[in-house]
């Protein structure tokens, strides 16, 4: 069985980090890794048959980098015994990546897990569905990747602000050579400057490049130690040997001072490409009133249990999942669909953790805690989203991945044959210094993830969830959009338009066995019917040896007589005329029309309508103004669709199609070589999304629609296809300027290192800016909106 984890990893310092921690684990059996140095994590899919999870995360260490881990300690009720104990304990390690130690005389859990790959609502909600209880002791464990962020950036600020102080004397020499001022500063304490950077300072640098070297590869690291270790070993030569040679000493410090400013600045922007996610994990609040042995209390939400009672006050968040028992009230559901109209909810409905209850008090049952809320699972498809790796990065990768070897050769090159050309071993050492500080393939590994970390975030905050980078990257190719009709071009809720009994057939009869075959189906003009029938005062009764032949009706049997229910053409073919009926002249009007039949009676027709989506013509519209050609699909008859499609401006539609033809027509017109995208909603449809090359699910769906599609429409509205089309683009925009930048700065800035045209502190303030700009040329994508969709289908 595959599993996939998130490892979060520690110690890489530029793309050539991630390409080998990635290369390293693909070596492993039954391994599938992708290494995304912006995120710095692992999206690992492995076979535990083949190779475990602490095989996986002990190929990471033995790399030369670390996997965060953390501790958390558990209040536990509800233990009589020592078999209780090794039971909780056998049921938390089973989870990946946790080791667990359970105390029976205290009633508490030591648990070690890897941060990412569970959670403590997890380990609390493991144990509960075990028969005992959990609580967290120590409130500062719980996870916070954003204060551990926040950790790491003071930590690099601080080095950075020793560095500056140890270099100072340093930078007060260069300010006098910029005048024509030599050894302003004796030489000796520019020696001990320059070793404190490069020791205490550089550290860091050192460490990243041992570990790069001993796991078999090399990283930025190396050559900024390569760079500035030469630089610094040149001039203590010339100092204790008293030659006449210029030092290079305040060249060494400013390099590794001026990569720690620059590893600061990029630490801040990186942090902030991640905002979109941040704010999808801030919206869980973080405590919620239980309700236990008829007392309310306030409790972590990682203490809630599925079954417990919650009361949400008016401008409260909803804490985790449930069913409201008790109440009414508004639910602003924003976080989850983008639409900012609040929606009614009373008894009986489903409310989602991180919605915000506008006015009422509620009482909801919890149905889903921890990693079962809707809110965590729209977090691990954004995190799935922005681990992955688009098409796109695959040059990128193979770039960095020879790059640091090309550029050492590079500075070998210049070096040898600038001491030949020039006789000058100082101005031709200058030159290599200069290559390798300047070289960086940092800004190759951030171009494209960066990117699709704030587009994925963007989008999640807009209602529309990308799977994976490709579908991202795909979506701005589809030259091809096809559409169910029922739920997507129309609203999907038809009603009863008029009931046609034939003749000496009462209307309540003809109800009555219509509502019995059709009262244990979800189709829509099944529920439309059984409503109707019910708001009439018509009992259900129940049918036996019932039969549904998909696309075309039902049968069954009811007081000992056969009956059907299905489309004209299915009563037809069984021997029943229609002649009586006003068929032809409902469908022309664009209505759904059943049949029904008692043995050999023919006992009436019924015409159920459904309305366009209020958004359907603008945005079919806009997309055919994109070039995009429309095709309808739908199970109605050829009148009904013909009528559909004119009203919309479609041109190309296919009647009559049955649920299991549907993913045969994408496979058609993709055959084509088309780019297709298909749009649907319900569990008909979920062939249909797979064959597409991007399958879009209006997010009202079924559940298995939504596991099917490449991407997620949180709200109901055909308009968010356009909007995800519209973040696509955006998005490539973005990733192909970054890899332009990125490109021509290498291709720009080597050659002149090279030549001698540019100082070593020029190239690594150069180097130290490159990853900046491409990191804050991705954050720009925060400015993109869905707009809406004007009376005329334009934007």
Known sequence: MTETVSLPIEGMSCAACAARIEKVLNRKPGVQANVNFATERAQVSLDGKKTSLSDVIGAIRKAGFSVEEQTVRLSLTGMSCAAC???????LNRLPSVEASVNLATEQAQVRYTS??????DL???????????TRLDEDAQDNPQARRDALWQHERNRFILTAVLAAPLFVEMFGMAFGQMDIIPRWLQFVSATLVQVVGGAHLYRGAWNALRGGGANMDVLVVLGTSIAWLFSTVVLLFDLNQPLYFEASAAIITLIGLGRLMEARAKNRTGAGLERLLALQPQMAHVERNGTARDLPVADVLVGDILVVRPGESVPVDGRIVDGESEISEAMLTGESVPVLKGVGADVFGGTVNANGVLRIQVTGVGADTALAHIVRMVEQAQGSKANVQRLADKVSGVFVPVVVGIAALTFVLGWAITGSATWSLVSAVSVLVIACPCSLGLATPTAIMVGTGRGAQAGILFRNADALERAEKITTLIV????????????????????NVPSARLLEVASALEQDSEHPLARAVVSYAQEHGIPARA???FTALPGQGVTARLDGEEVRLGSPKFIQDAGFGLDELPVLALEHEGNTVIAVTQGKTLLGMIALSDELRPDALTTVSALRKRGVRMIMLTGDNERVAALIARRLGIQDYLAGVLPADKADAVTRYRAENRTVGMVGDGINDAPALAAADVGFAIGAGSAVA?????????????QSVLDAISLSHATLSKIRQNLFFAFIYNVLGLPLAAFGLLNPVVAGAAMAMSSVSVVSNSLLLNRWKPLPVHAEGGR
Do not use: N
């Open 543 to 545: 049918v036996q040896a």
């Open 484 to 503: 169910d009709k029922t739920g997507t071009l129309t609203e999907g809720r038809p009603s009863v338009s008029a009931v046609y009994p034939a003749r």
């Open 124 to 134: 609390i909600a493991k144990i509960g569905k075990a028969g005992y209880g959990a």
């Open 116 to 121: 990412g790959v569970v959670s403590v609502s």
């Open 85 to 91: 104990a090794a039971r909780i304990e056998k049921v």
């Open 706 to 718: 939504l596991d099917t599609a490449d991407i997620v429409l949180m709200k109901s509205e055909l």
